[in-house]
């Protein structure tokens, strides 16, 4: 009886994490936005960064083309270059173009989303809420998990995704 109420409660343990493991998964249209995450930032801090995998599963390429927070006035996607040993970002014009069949990642020290004129600070452990409007699949509201200095956005403990 013992084995029983053992293997029930591992299959519980199994549907329960694999619960878990879509909980920081997003989806619309033919999109799927896998692991947002952010830095935390010292008070005082004007800026966030913001990262994430977009995966597009359709036959056409579609374009992010705007991104909104609570967490800050203005969120824009740039992208970082290093050319002749100088850093520079910018501003992505016209969107972030998501590839049919392809995935583009939003990382540090690459394409990342600017949370800027922050109106609160995020801080480790919490997460918190932007909406991603894409130009064929619309909007999709995600949560940035919110990470410590200088983490490298390694999937967090509570997210048993792989």
Not at 10 to 21: E, L, M, T
Not at 29 to 45: F, M, T
Not at 49 to 61: E, F, P, V
């Amino acid at each position: 009886m013992s084995h029983i109420r053992a293997a029930l409660f591992s299959a519980a343990i199994v549907i329960c994490g694999s619960q878990i493991a879509s909980a920081h998964e997003f989806k619309t249209g033919d999109l799927e936005i896998d692991h947002p995450w952010s830095r935390a930032v010292p008070q005082g801090a004007s800026v966030a960064g913001g990262y994430l995998t977009i995966t597009n599963t359709g036959a056409s390429a579609d374009r992010l083309v705007s991104i909104s927070s609570g967490i800050s006035g203005k969120a824009e996607v740039h992208e970082m270059a290093v050319k002749d040993g100088v850093m520079t970002m910018r501003p992505v014009e016209g969107g972030l173009e998501i590839p049919a069949g392809g995935t583009v990642a939003l990382k540090p020290g690459a394409y990342h989303v600017m949370f800027m004129d922050l109106k609160q600070h995020p801080k480790k452990g919490e997460d918190f809420k932007a909406t991603l409007t894409f130009e064929k699949a619309g909007a999709v509201t995600v949560e940035f998990a919110v990470q410590g200095l200088g983490e490298t956005g390694m999937k967090m403990e509570h997210d048993h995704a792989e």
